[in-house]
């Protein structure tokens, strides 16, 4: 007999439940008859209702572990499914077969099987159905295919006849005679195929938002009409890095309906389970839901419908629920009959649910992941392209799909590249591809005839979305030069008799650009949060601050020149503080010559500090996409940005720069300069076609900037000499050899080098010439170039890399001085016709005044000085004896602490 209290508190339990029934019947009924958005409007006052009389709901942005879509709300599938499932598993077998006969020809040589395997029906679905080509009048689709999954997108190529077999055989063989085809998605290396470079983890996400936000920002401004959708595809382990979560806010605070992320949750990173213990694809859905986005989970495939529907009591959602990560990964893996002995046999209701159910039904149960239904992800693409908000798909697959032994569902997966004969068969077999014994082994491709059922239907299906994908071309017409008035006036007058910093002159350049008749509509300024710092609010007002929306409130400077202007005619991208989304807009406008036809022109404002060091992978990504535009490297230099400090002061971004082969790195000193690169980058960007990207470093130092009456010789402004990297500023007033140097200042650092000219001639008797070095780094390749030359080709006659020949026409020891770290002067000490001595900004920084700073890092006038009288001591042309007292006359004290390492 039960105590009372047992009793009362069953009793309490039975009340509750009815309660809850109706409850529940009373929802159902509301829904019925009046409709989903009166029970959402209900349930919002029942919230609202529960929190005034203080009850605390348990706050989660999750839902239960079944799919969003219920199957009777599912979107009709549109195509042949018999049909499309044959020419799937056509494509898998090629793209298995194509890592397989790489490896064999080539040991160790790579490849994925399984990504594919994971995501093939995800990318099927989209190239039969969604995924629009360049001639579709809604406009052309960008598409972010997940990296490893290549080779699935090169069998669809080839079995739709745009890749052929040799191709196929040399996959990542690209230096084959007979052409290859690159590892991963790589636009550099396949210019005519590959939009988007997707392998470095984590950036797609981000890429693809600020993609779909700049299509929004060309169709706002009224430059294209339709700009088509984007559609980036992740692995569920990238978003593991910051990258792929930073932007996502943005997506929903930009209203951007043009995206969608599918992310294929097949549970396994490269080594293992992402989360084991955990439920990723639940976290994964908090993480979008929290940022605004529509979350469609595409979990269980069609063989469960029909145990779902008889799930009444919710026992069967609530197990699948409660079942973590690295279970759900170990059924795929064991098949039918440990499912039913795991999974079912906890609970005597669940194994009554599948009392009666065959092995092969069972094991349909253990792989049946909604990612791997055609239909399922049919509709759930379908319900994505009829949001009204950013959509992300969470589409759980098994990694390894249809490899078996060989590596389904197992931890190996992401490193199986070698298949046995028992393995391609049991893979041929499971997939039903032609491919006859007698030819199994050598895994063979199979392509059907042209006049096929399967291919006719590919090429039928991609005419009808206007054109195969991915296909990059190139459709903007060469540029029609600004007028050169906006470049010739600072090349003349330089700041005009007044104090001007470097970053000024470059607002005013793109101020006078903006209103040129041929570019103006085509510059993207671009500035993460630090437009008043370099002084670009000044085109608040003019150009308008872009938003999605029109300004809806009155900002507190509204009376005021610079007004903080919102609107969605803004030309300028104001990015707020993030580095990584600015670089993800200067991409999509970098690159907008190709994805539109639009020769847009941006024009990135940042911090020189917080460019190649913080976004340097966004960086390299864009010279793989080829993108052009201008990096603005403000505030530059490790002495010339006075006060900011250790964190911000600028000392190795051009070496940095080295490292990226499609970047023109310049650090000019003077207006005029200035002007003369950026007319060169703009001529060689956009009117020659060279896919490069030009970075630039300003200062924010006031100086007075020279005209040409001060700077120019009889010759005129030597524009080839800032070009290639160094041009003879001022030769010295006297004459003589015996003491004679050369000095060579980079950047601001120019003025501190003639400084030091007056003091070694006034002072010393020491006849000195200066250069200004406006790149370290176009100086390099060249010299680099010109050896490589004479080293292949030792008949010909040799040439003379131009720093060489320009130093070796002017006799004397050389001193060079830079605020970026010696590193970069010393890169060139091979090519000097004498040694080199080189001073740099070598060290963390401080803050302080630029005098003092200068003297801290021993780049101002005296340390150049006394570096040009040690050399020439060095070649007996000063007295040594003399240094020691030099070193008193000029103020440097000798036991200074090293900058280096202090």
Request: aromatic share 10%; with cysteine.
């Given at each position: ?53 203080g ?6 942005f ?5 799919n969003?879509?219920p ?14 499932e ?9 793209a298995?077969a ?8 080539l040991?160790?040589?790579g490849?994925h099987?399984g ?11 989209g ?6 080509g360049?001639?579709?009048?809604e406009?052309p ?8 999954a ?6 669809r ?10 191709q ?17 998605p ?16 984590g ?6 938002i ?5 299509d929004?920002y ?12 984007v559609w ?17 806010s943005?997506?929903?605070?930009e ?6 992320i ?5 549970l396994?990173r ?17 993480v979008?839901?929290?940022?605004g986005?529509?979350?469609l ?12 529907e008889?799930?009444v009591?919710?026992?069967?959602a609530?197990?699948?629920?409660s ?27 669940l194994e009554q ?6 092995e092969?039904?069972?094991d349909?149960?253990a ?6 239904d ?24 098994i990694?390894?799909?249809?490899l078996?032994e ?13 298949l046995?004969?028992a393995?391609l068969?049991?893979?041929r ?19 059907p ?10 090429q ?14 190139v459709q ?7 007028d ?13 008799g007044r104090p001007?910093?470097t970053?000024?002159?470059a607002v005013?350049?793109?101020?006078d650009?903006?209103?040129?008749d041929?570019?103006g ?7 993460p949060?630090?437009?008043?710092t ?7 007002p ?8 029109e300004q809806q409130?009155e900002?507190?400077d509204?009376?005021?020149l610079q ?8 030309q ?9 989304g ?5 991409i ?12 847009t022109i941006?024009f ?14 966004l960086i ?5 996409q ?13 002495t010339?940005?006075?006060?900011e400090?250790?964190q ?9 720069a080295?490292?990226?082969p ?6 000019p000193c ?23 990207m ?9 100086f ?9 010789d ?30 060579l200042g ?14 070694l ?25 010109a050896?490589?030359?004479?080293r292949?080709h030792?008949?010909?006659?040799e040439?003379?890399p ?21 590193a ?6 091979r ?13 963390l ?6 005098e ?8 101002d006038?005296?340390?150049?000085v006394?570096?040009a ?6 070649e ?5 004896g003399?240094l ?19």
């Amino acid at each position: 007999m039960a105590e009372p209290n047992e009793s009362s508190e069953r009793a309490r339990r039975e009340r509750e439940r009815a309660q809850i029934r109706d409850w529940l019947a009373a929802l159902d009924d509301i829904i019925e008859r009046e409709g989903v958005e009166t029970a959402e409007k209900m349930l919002r006052q029942l919230q609202q209702r529960a929190a005034a009389r203080g009850v605390e709901l348990p706050f989660q942005f999750k839902t239960p572990y079944l799919n969003t879509i219920p199957p009777g709300d599912e979107a009709q599938f549109e195509g042949d499914p018999e049909l499309e499932e044959r020419i799937l598993n056509i494509v898998r077998w090629n793209a298995m077969a194509s890592v397989v006969r790489a490896n064999r020809r080539l040991e160790g040589i790579g490849g994925h099987i399984g990504s594919y395997t994971s995501m093939s029906t995800l990318f099927e679905v989209g190239f039969n159905h969604f995924f629009r080509g360049q001639n579709h009048p809604e406009g052309p689709d960008k598409i972010y295919f997940q990296g490893h999954a290549s080779t699935g997108v090169y069998a669809r190529a080839f079995l739709e006849g745009r890749l052929d077999e040799t191709q196929l055989e040399n996959f990542r063989r690209e230096l084959q005679p007979e052409g290859g085809l690159s590892s991963y998605p790589h636009p550099w290396l396949m210019p005519d195929f590959w939009e988007f470079p997707t392998v470095s983890m984590g950036l797609s996400p981000l890429m693809g938002i600020y993609q779909a936000r700049f299509d929004r920002y060309l169709e706002n401004r009224g430059m294209v009409e339709n700009a088509g959708r984007v559609w980036a595809f992740c692995g569920d382990g990238e978003f593991d890095e910051p990258e792929a979560r930073g932007a996502l806010s943005i997506a929903a605070l930009e209203e951007l309906d043009n995206l969608n992320i599918v992310i294929d949750c097949n549970l396994q990173r490269l080594d293992g389970p992402v989360r084991g213990n955990g439920k990723l694809i639940q976290e994964l859905e908090a993480v979008f839901m929290g940022a605004g986005w529509r979350v469609l989970k595409l979990l269980w495939d069609s063989a469960w419908d029909e145990l779902l529907e008889k799930d009444v009591d919710g026992v069967l959602a609530d197990h699948m629920e409660s079942t973590v990560d690295g279970e759900w990964q170990r059924y795929a893996a064991e098949g039918g009959a440990y499912l039913r002995e795991h999974f079912f046999g906890k609970d005597p209701a669940l194994e009554q649910m599948v009392e009666g159910m065959s092995e092969h039904e069972l094991d349909a149960l253990a792989r049946g992941r909604g990612g791997h239904d055609m239909k399922k992800v049919f509709a759930a693409f379908r319900a994505a392209e009829e949001s009204e908000r950013p959509t992300v798909i969470l589409a759980h697959t098994i990694k390894g799909y249809g490899l078996g032994e060989a590596g389904e569902a197992l931890n190996i997966a992401h490193k199986t590249k070698k298949l046995d004969e028992a393995h391609l068969r049991q893979f041929r077999d499971r997939f039903n591809v032609p491919v006859g014994d007698d030819q199994l082994a050598d895994a063979p491709f199979y392509r059907p005839a042209n006049d096929s059922r399967e291919v006719k239907y590919v090429q039928e299906r991609r005419e009808k979305l206007g054109g195969y994908v991915p296909r990059r071309k190139v459709q903007a017409p060469p540029l029609e030069m600004p007028d050169d008035a906006i470049f010739d006036k600072v090349i003349e007058n330089g700041s005009g008799g007044r104090p001007a910093t470097t970053t000024m002159i470059a607002v005013r350049m793109l101020a006078d650009l903006r209103k040129d008749d041929k570019v103006g509509e085509l510059i993207v300024p671009i500035v993460p949060d630090e437009a008043r710092t370099f002084g670009i609010e000044a085109l608040f007002p003019q150009a308008g601050i872009y938003s999605a929306q029109e300004q809806q409130y009155e900002p507190v400077d509204a009376n005021t020149l610079q007004s903080y202007k919102e609107s969605t005619q803004g030309q300028i991208l104001e990015e707020g503080i993030t580095e990584a989304g600015s670089m993800g807009s200067f991409i999509a406008a970098g690159t907008a010559y190709a994805t539109h036809g639009l020769n847009t022109i941006p024009f990135f404002f940042f911090y020189s500090i917080f460019g190649f060091q913080r976004i340097g992978d966004l960086i390299w990504a864009a010279a793989d996409q080829r993108a052009r535009g201008f990096l603005i490297g403000a505030t530059s230099g490790r002495t010339t940005l006075n006060g900011e400090g250790l964190q911000h002061e600028d000392g190795h971004s051009h070496l940095l720069a080295y490292t990226n082969p499609r970047v023109r790195a310049y650090d000019p000193c003077f207006a005029h300069e200035l002007a003369v690169i950026i007319r060169h980058g703009m001529r060689e960007m956009y009117v020659n076609g060279e896919d490069v990207m030009y970075y630039v470093t300003v200062a924010n130092e006031d100086f007075e900037h020279p005209g040409r009456d001060e700077y120019a010789d009889q010759r005129g402004v030597d524009e080839e000499g800032i070009i290639r990297g160094m041009y003879r500023y001022r030769a010295s007033r006297k004459s003589g050899e015996v003491r004679r140097v050369q000095l060579l200042g980079g950047g601001v650092l120019l003025r501190e080098a003639l400084e030091a000219q007056r003091i070694l001639e006034d002072d010393f008797g020491v006849t000195a010439d200066v250069w200004s070095v406006t790149s370290w780094k176009a100086l390099y390749e060249d010299a680099l170039d010109a050896e490589r030359h004479n080293r292949l080709h030792p008949n010909d006659e040799e040439q003379v890399p131009y720093f060489t020949k320009k130093l070796g026409e002017e006799p004397g020891a050389v001193v060079a001085v830079s605020d970026f770290v010696k590193a970069l002067p010393y890169s060139l000490g091979r090519f000097c016709p004498c040694e080199m001595v080189a001073l740099g900004t070598d060290g963390l920084g401080r803050s302080e005044s630029r005098e003092a700073l200068r003297d801290f890092f021993e780049v101002d006038a005296k340390h150049i000085v006394l570096a040009a009288l040690r050399a020439l001591a060095a070649e007996d042309r000063f007295p040594e004896g003399r240094l020691e007292k030099a070193i008193e006359q000029l103020g440097i004290d000798p036991s200074k602490p090293n900058p280096m390492t202090s």
